[in-house]
């Protein structure tokens, strides 16, 4: 934080505005599980599911406690039954070599995100594959390459209607029957579903003991704390999993107890404000140099820009100031081949977040110094610049006049603003301290800006119409009449390309 450009009577000011919209009131709300997701009636408990770790009593209500403990059984009955090759218990003749994880947004990112990063925690008694997207590319491409009897399909939807997912789902399913002779039920025993919408998994084939419950009580972002994050622990084994919520506990219990002033999430959040409300940067980068983290600013732009980008505020009234900058990010040092040199010259000021790991998995010292060497000159670069008597004193070829020319290229304005976080080393309780981090830090901006950052209608209209241009493209025509022109024509030229 030594690099954001705040001040501290400026600190100050905020600390003392998030003091007056009642940050500590609204965190309270959500640790007891009060219906702060307005616009949907419903909590916002993901703190519920890791409460189990919390060295601070929950107030979390004991029904929703149990729920989450019972899941967390069922979970481990399933990891520890693939773990050591006994899935007979899950109804399975074969021991599982593959794991095909699909659902998208919420039900994809965190899971993929913690699989990644936790790679060297990996039983290996698994391959976890991830199928987000609806582009049957890679979908086809498992098919042939799995064995579908060795094959555990996670149909992971909260609300079980999401088109994407089960479009997957259909597609494997279909592959499983036929790898099983036509035999529909043996077929559904490589299904587990996760899903608020019991009903409609069991409707769309999954054995009802093959579903874990989520809740409504849990946005989808927040959801890799839940049976969502079953692909975890069937990666690193139900241990780790619980290693995991332990770390993002002991960010809980920092975030409820800990004053404004040493609050990593307020603090946080209180930069990103000043420098989106105050300083007027649209944007905001998440730079981690861990390759295991490469998805780390994917789960974080979900996170934050879904819980955030919001035009209006909780009750209704018009916003007073900007919300949620644009996040962007990838993983270091390969973006400082790639777009940091708009990061220190461009005309557009973009706030850092350097997340670096002190301690490697690996005995490549050299590398790893290399790599953190790289952190700390990109955040030093970006505060400190190069002044023109700077360059110029280094522009030591041709006459006054080309070295001046010279000296203004290179010339960095510096007094850019970053910060670094450093986990110690990379491990399932380090990672869920990080994830729980920046969850905080969003409800804290929530909070400041008056924004519901649980809910997100703005991606309803684009799947509503989604549905509808469906059909049209099956050569519906009434269907098709119903769009826009631009729309009518671009269906008309993709049915004609597809018929040349
Ligand atoms: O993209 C919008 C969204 O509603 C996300 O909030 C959610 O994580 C994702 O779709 C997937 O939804 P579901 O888990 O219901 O399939």
Not at 413 to 419: L, M, Q
Request: with cysteine; aromatic share 6%; proline share 4%.
């Amino acid at each position: 934080m030594t690099r954001q450009k705040l001040d501290v009577a400026a600190l100050d000011a905020l600390g003392a505005l998030a003091e007056a919209r009642g940050w500590r009131a609204a965190r309270d709300a959500m640790f007891r599980g009060e219906a702060i997701n307005t616009s949907e009636r419903r909590a916002a408990l993901h703190t519920a599911l890791r409460a189990g770790g919390s060295r601070l009593p929950s107030p979390a209500p004991a029904a929703v406690r149990a729920e989450v403990a019972a899941t967390l059984e069922r979970m481990a009955h399933i990891a520890d039954a693939v773990e050591t090759g006994e899935t007979a218990a899950l109804g399975l003749p074969e021991t599982v070599t593959d794991v095909v994880h699909v659902g998208i947004g919420g039900s994809d990112l965190g899971p993929r995100l913690a699989v990644e990063a936790l790679a060297p925690y990996h039983t290996g008694r698994v391959r976890c594959h991830f199928l987000p997207n609806v582009d049957g590319d890679a979908t086809s491409t498992l098919m042939r390459r799995l064995d579908p009897r060795r094959t555990l399909v996670l149909l992971v939807s909260k609300s079980f209607g999401t088109q994407e997912t089960l479009l997957n789902g259909r597609a494997l399913r279909a592959w499983l029957v036929a790898a099983h002779d036509g035999d529909a039920e043996a077929a559904a025993r490589h299904f587990i579903a996760v899903s608020a919408n019991v009903e409609a998994a069991v409707a769309f084939g999954v054995p009802r003991n093959h579903v874990l419950p989520m809740w409504d009580w849990v946005g989808g972002r927040y959801s890799l704390w839940s049976a969502v994050g079953l692909v975890i622990a069937l990666a690193v084994g139900m241990p780790r999993f619980r290693e995991l919520l332990e770390g993002a506990a002991h960010m809980d219990d920092h975030f409820r107890e800990a004053p404004w002033q040493d609050n990593l999430p307020v603090l946080l959040a209180l930069a990103g404000i000043w420098n989106r409300n105050a300083l007027g940067y649209p944007s905001f980068a998440v730079i981690a140099y861990a390759d295991r983290l490469r998805e780390l600013y994917a789960h974080l732009q979900q996170v934050e820009m879904e819980s955030l980008g919001k035009r209006v505020r909780a009750d209704g009234g018009a916003l007073a100031d900007a919300t949620v900058p644009v996040l962007w990010g990838g993983v270091g040092s390969n973006v400082q081949h790639a777009f940091f040199q708009a990061l220190h010259q461009g005309t557009d000021v973009v706030p850092v977040d350097f997340v670096g790991v002190v301690r490697p998995d690996h005995a490549l010292a050299d590398n790893h110094d290399a790599l953190l060497a790289n952190l700390l000159a990109q955040a030093a670069a970006l505060a400190l610049g190069k002044t023109r008597e700077e360059a110029l004193a280094e522009a030591s070829a041709g006459d006054a006049a080309a070295r001046e020319a010279l000296a203004v290229q290179r010339t960095f304005p510096g007094d850019r603003p970053s910060s670094v976080i450093l986990l110690d080393a990379l491990t399932p309780h380090s990672l869920g301290m990080l994830l729980a981090l920046y969850e905080h830090k969003v409800f804290v901006q929530g909070c400041l800006w008056g924004v519901n950052a649980f809910d997100q209608w703005g991606v309803e209209l684009g799947k509503t119409i989604a549905s509808a241009i469906l059909p049209a493209l099956d050569g519906d025509a009434e269907a098709g009449a119903a769009f826009d022109p631009s729309t009518r024509a671009l269906i008309e030229a993709i049915q004609a390309r597809r018929e040349a």
